[in-house]
C-alpha cells in the first residue's frame, strides 16, 4: 500500500484538492498513518502550496502578448560574418594547415620525442633538487591533431561564412 502512494504524487494533490471520494479519503489516511514518507510529501505539499497562496501575482501589461508575438515573428538574430572576411579567414586557415602539413612532411617534428625540462633553464635546478620526469612526446602526432582541428574549422568557417549566405541568397532571389 505504501508503495502505491509514493509512487503517485497525483493522489496526494488529490487528497489535498478535496476530490477524493470518503472511502478514498479513509484509505489514503490509513496510509499516512503507516508511511512517515507519505505524511512527509503531504506535508510538504501543503507548505507548497500555502506558500504560492501568499504569493502575489503580477499583472503583465496590455502590451505583452503584442511584444511576445512580434519578437516570435522576428527573424533570430545571429552572428554574420561577412562573405569576404570569412574568405581571408579562411584562407588564412588553409595557410596555416598547409605549413604544418609541410613541416611534418620535412621531419621537423621527428626529433622531438620527449619534453624535458630538467637542464632547459637554470631555474629548475637551482630551486629543486631532484629530476624532474621526462614526458615522452610524439611532435608529429600533436601537429597532426592541430592539423585535423584545424582542417575541421576551416570547413566550419566554410560553411557558415561562404556556403551559407551565398545559398541563402540564391534562395531570396528565386
Known sequence: MEKDFNNSEHKILDY?????????????????????????KVAEQRLLESTLKTMRLVDPSSSFTQNVMTRIQESPQSFNLSVR??????????????????????????????????????????????????????GKLIVNIIVLINLALGFLILDRAVLRPYFERRMRHS
Open 16 to 40: 489535498l484538492d478535496g476530490t477524493m471520494s470518503p472511502a478514498e479519503i479513509e484509505f489514503f489516511e490509513q496510509s499516512m498513518k503507516n508511511a512517515q514518507t507519505l505524511r512527509k
Open 85 to 138: 572576411n570569412g574568405i581571408l579567414l579562411l584562407l588564412g586557415v588553409m595557410v596555416v594547415s598547409f605549413l604544418a602539413v609541410w613541416l611534418v612532411q620535412s621531419g621537423v617534428f621527428d626529433q622531438s620525442t620527449a619534453l624535458n625540462v630538467n637542464n632547459e633553464t637554470g631555474l629548475i635546478s637551482k630551486y629543486i633538487k631532484q629530476p624532474l620526469p621526462s614526458i615522452p612526446v610524439n
